[in-house]
């Protein structure tokens, strides 16, 4: 099997970065949304006894996850930028060229 031509690997190369874009929109997105900021609405000033204690340790543990899930979206679009570093430097004999 032969190695792609510079071309298919520039073409490569736009794709990971634009999947790269969309995954960190994604987690801009998702970080940024109205649920991360439901826990300072449900504050102990606002609800009274152990259930809605139970909401706000919920919506905590809900916002965390969330926010996770934003900085591993973050890291896999670090992968594929560095995998489109990659590929432009291997086809361009170490200079690299950005493929828009």
């Known amino acids: 099997m032969s190695a792609p031509s510079d071309a298919d690997a520039a073409a490569r190369a736009a ?5 790269a874009r ?16 439901l826990p300072g609405r449900a504050d102990e ?16 543990a809900m916002r965390a996850r969330l ?3 934003a900085e591993h979206l973050v890291a896999s679009a670090r992968r594929l930028e560095a995998e489109a570093d990659l590929l ?13």
């Open 15 to 19: 794709q990971l970065r634009a999947r």
């Open 22 to 37: 969309a995954i960190r929109s994604t987690a801009s997105a998702l970080a940024d949304c109205e649920a991360t900021r």
């Open 45 to 60: 000033e606002t609800w009274i006894g152990p259930t809605p204690r139970r909401c706000l340790d919920d919506l905590l």
């Open 67 to 69: 926010r996770s899930a």
């Open 88 to 100: 432009e430097v291997s086809t361009a004999g170490g200079t690299r060229v950005t493929a828009s």
